[in-house]
């Protein structure tokens, strides 16, 4: 009886070095045997040249596995490509970057709020709510004020579900969401692109 396997594509994989093995960008239900062999099967090499984002398609895997395993019959479930990017081995940013896109970020943020703020007359609107509650006209209600901003930050924090790294609960923030839905969508630009250049 003829050997079958199977195999799975991942979706995108980042890897450091040119040489992209099998396991770099599939998975397979074999047997232990078979799965050493796969382990050093090296699917494609790839030239500098080429970029640093490549693709590599089902023939590409099917090719190499049949190879080492001309007999077997290769059964394909999932992705027909898998996106492959190379990137050097992380190492650690530098202290004035993180600093730097920080104060960017919280200065933009900030003013944004602010503006916004006064666009809709928010300090009149505190003043007037203030004056409607107590009865008393105040210029700087800090009693509505701070809590206010309190809420205001503790809303963003709920909203985007994140605090610093970690997620408050399991559901993914609408930032997971854009971030999930925009590389799907440069996975769908590079393999369509990949084949109109073959």
Do not use: C
């Not at 050997?3 to 890897?15: G, M």
């Not at 089902?58 to 479930?77: H, Q, S």
């Not at 503006?115 to 709510?129: C, G, I, T, W, Y």
């Not at 009693?143 to 609960?169: T, V």
């Amino acid at each position: 009886m003829d050997q079958i396997i199977y195999i799975s594509l991942k979706r995108h994989v980042r890897l450091d070095e040119r040489r992209i093995s099998f396991f770099d960008v599939a998975d397979a239900e074999v047997d232990e045997q078979t799965k050493r062999l796969l382990s050093q099967l090296i699917v494609k090499t790839i030239k500098p040249s080429a970029g640093n984002v490549v693709v590599v398609t089902v023939l590409d895997v099917i090719g190499a596995v049949k190879t080492i395993f001309p007999e077997a019959r290769v059964v394909i479930a999932g992705e027909t490509e898998a996106i492959v990017s190379f990137q050097p081995a992380d190492s650690p940013a530098a202290f004035w970057k993180i600093a730097l896109v920080w104060i960017v970020l919280f200065t933009g943020a900030a003013l944004t709020i602010m503006n916004f703020h006064e666009d809709v007359s928010m300090q009149k609107v505190h003043v007037l709510l203030y004056e409607k509650i107590t009865g008393e006209k105040n210029d700087q209600p800090l009693l509505l004020q701070i809590p206010y901003s309190i809420g205001l930050g503790l809303g963003m924090i709920l909203f985007f579900n994140r605090l610093w790294q970690k997620r408050l609960n399991e559901e993914p923030g609408p930032l997971d969401l854009e971030m999930f839905k925009y590389e799907e969508d440069i996975n769908g630009y590079l393999a369509a692109n990949e084949k109109e250049q073959k």
